[in-house]
Each structure stands twice: as C-alpha cells, then as structure tokens.
C-alpha cells in the first residue's frame, strides 16, 4: 500500500497509516465484534441514458453523525473502539465498512482521514500533514489503480452537511471505480474531439487560456487555480498543471507539495468567503483514466460549494436534477474576485 504501518481491522478490512515523521510505531488491536467484511451490491444500466447506477442497499446502514465522543474516526480508547485502532494518528487510510464498491460490484471504497484531532479542518493542517495526505492520495491512487476492471480512482472530500458530509471528522474518500463514471466519459469524448480538431491536450489549452485572463483567484510555480469561465457552482475553482500530468503518483514529491499548499490555500478561501462559519465544500481531484491516456492525460482539482450568499444556498432542482441543465446565479468574474479578496481575510 506505499504506507508507513498497517494491520487488519476486526472485520479482516485493511488499514494503514502514514505519518509526518518517519519511524513511529503503531501499536492498538481492534477489539471489536465484527462480522466477516462482505461488501454487497450491484450495477444496473439505465436504459435511457445508458448510465450505470450502483445500487448498494448496504449503506443505510451507515453512520450518519457523530459527536466527539462516539466519532468512529477518532482513535479508538479504552471502552471506546474506533474503526481506527490506533491511540493516535497523522493520516489513516481503511476500507470503508459501508462501501458503494467492491465485492459483485468491483472497484473499491476506502475513507481517508486526515488528523486524530475532531475538530481539525484541512486548511488548519499543517505543511508536513498536507505533504502527508498527498503522499498517501498518490500512493494509493497507485495501487488501486492496479486492481483488475479498475477504470477510474476518484479522490473526493465533502465537508459540511448541507454538502453531504455524514461525519465532522476531517476526512475524505477514494473510489476506485470498475468503470468511467458519466463526467469523466463526457471530459474524455471532449479531450479527443479537441485532439483530432487542434493536436493537442484540451486541458493544457483551458489551462493557457485561463491562466492568462481575469478569472484566477491563486497560483505557484507549476499550478494555477481559477474559476472556470463556464462554472457552474456559485464559487468553483479548478486547479491545474500547467503541463501534463496524470495524476498524482506522477509529480515529483516537490511539485505534489506544492499542489497540496495550493489546494489548502484555495480551501481557505472558501472557508473565508461568508461570515458566520466555514462554508460547506466538495473537493474533486479528476485524475486521468487507468486507459485511455493516449487522449486524456492532464488532471485537475474541482472544488466548490452551493452557498451563493451569506444567507442563499444553490439547491440543484428540475433543470439541474432531472434535465442536467446547469444555472449559475454568481457571475464567475465576480467569483474569482471574491476567492481573491478572501485571501486577507483569512485567520491562519
């Protein structure tokens, strides 16, 4: 797994932890009374837009919240046992008990967790953690990348609950899809229509053009973030490459750092934009397919929130629901100036 230790949980699901500082040791058995892990599941076709659904009637089991006494992602303490046995950790990474993959289905689900510490948000984190969790996404984007019918390994984080977040903990998941999920399929069909028209990577022409023009909120050596001229988020953002990489396990370990202190840079942002909280995000890292790469070669971050104002939320409904019909009420100029200014509103 590329990590730093690892073991089993009870359930025979596997664990493992990456530290900031090489050389600790990890000490703590799950004591739990688990059944066997056998995740369920399977893939239905829609006819009419020939999308594949996983239905996976298993994860109404989940849990939905947690306080921090109960949190199942805080280390585990006598009379309190955790799905992370450990008395404490920097990241861990484990199979998701509840998973939407895997078993009939394939692919794979894994949770992601990025501090002991329940309250810890990840523009809170420090450098060497943020080096830690990008050498873990990368690590583990290449193992799962090597599973058989895998097409796709999705990184994602959810943060908040208007957004879908179950758990406060500050964590994120891996999918490791057994085929191209419908955004990825729609990029890729776009990718080669713009390499047979123009000979190149669309994404290094998006990335040129809008690195030069007025929708950049930040930017470092090799990478720059901007709102994309067609967002269709109240306040989105794209971070690139400004060349082509793949994906994560392809940066050299300098250029992944400097990816991941952009990243948490544009995370705070966000976290700056409103009075009166943090502001609920998705975090989307697109990386290219396991095939295909001959076309699609280039990955990018997506990070955004449906908060459109201090008091007004972005719920997709008809258009965008049941149509796939996008509607932005933020015009995306006044959004990278807004990410822009949040800068010096930020408490580090």
């Known amino acids: 797994?590329?990590?730093?230790?690892?073991?089993?949980?009870?359930?025979?699901?596997e664990i493992a932890y990456w530290d900031d500082v090489p050389g600790r040791t990890r000490g703590g058995r799950d004591v739990?009374?688990?059944?066997?892990?056998?995740?369920?599941?399977?893939?239905?076709?829609?006819p009419l837009t020939g999308q594949v659904v996983v239905i996976a009637a298993g994860r109404q089991r989940r849990t939905l919240s947690s306080a921090g006494g109960d949190c199942p992602l805080c280390p585990s303490r006598p009379g309190a046992p955790s799905e992370v046995p450990a008395a404490e950790y920097d990241v861990a990474v484990f199979e998701n008990r509840f998973p939407a993959l895997g078993?009939?289905?394939?692919?794979?689900?894994?949770?992601?967790?990025?501090?002991s510490e329940h309250d810890r948000s990840v523009p809170e984190?420090?450098?060497?953690?943020?080096?830690?969790?990008?050498?873990?996404?990368?690590?583990?984007?290449?193992?799962?990348?090597?599973?058989?019918?895998?097409?796709?390994?999705?990184?994602?984080?959810?943060?908040?609950?208007?957004?879908?977040?179950?758990?406060?903990?500050?964590?994120?998941q891996i999918?490791?899809?057994?085929?191209?999920?419908?955004?990825?399929?729609?990029?890729?069909?776009?990718?080669?229509?713009h390499l047979e028209r123009h000979g190149e990577c669309l994404l290094c022409s998006v990335t040129a053009v809008e690195a030069a023009g007025p929708r950049v909120v930040a930017s470092s050596g090799n990478f720059v973030a901007y709102v994309?001229?067609?967002?269709?988020?109240?306040?989105e953002v794209h971070i690139a490459?400004?060349?082509?990489?793949?994906?994560?396990?392809?940066?050299?370990?300098?250029?992944?750092?400097?990816?991941?202190?952009?990243?948490?840079?544009?995370?705070?942002?966000?976290?700056?934009?409103?009075?009166?909280?943090?502001?609920?995000?998705?975090?989307?890292?697109?990386?290219?397919?396991?095939?295909?790469r001959d076309v699609l070669n280039h990955l990018y971050v997506q990070v955004f929130t449906t908060r459109r104002a201090a008091d007004k939320w972005k719920y997709p409904a008809s258009s965008e629901s049941g149509a796939g019909a996008f509607l932005n009420d933020v015009l995306p100029e006044h959004a990278a100036a807004r990410l822009r200014e949040a800068y010096g509103k930020r408490e580090r």
């Open 1 to 13: 797994m590329g990590h730093d230790s690892a073991g089993l949980l009870a359930d025979e699901r």
């Open 32 to 46: 739990r009374k688990l059944p066997k892990f056998a995740p369920g599941g399977e893939t239905r076709r829609d």
């Open 103 to 115: 078993g009939p289905v394939g692919g794979r689900c894994e949770m992601v967790v990025f501090s």
């Open 125 to 172: 984190l420090p450098d060497v953690r943020m080096e830690t969790i990008g050498r873990a996404w990368a690590d583990r984007t290449a193992a799962l990348s090597g599973l058989p019918g895998v097409e796709q390994v999705f990184v994602f984080e959810n943060r908040g609950e208007r957004v879908g977040a179950t758990l406060v903990h500050p964590h994120g």
């Open 175 to 193: 999918y490791a899809y057994p085929y191209l999920p419908p955004v990825q399929t729609a990029v890729l069909a776009s990718a080669r229509a």
């Open 228 to 235: 994309p001229e067609a967002a269709r988020w109240p306040f």
């Open 241 to 292: 490459p400004l060349s082509c990489v793949p994906d994560l396990p392809s940066l050299p370990d300098e250029e992944r750092r400097e990816l991941m202190l952009l990243y948490r840079d544009v995370l705070a942002r966000f976290e700056a934009l409103f009075p009166g909280g943090p502001t609920p995000y998705m975090a989307c890292w697109h990386q290219a397919p396991v095939r295909h």
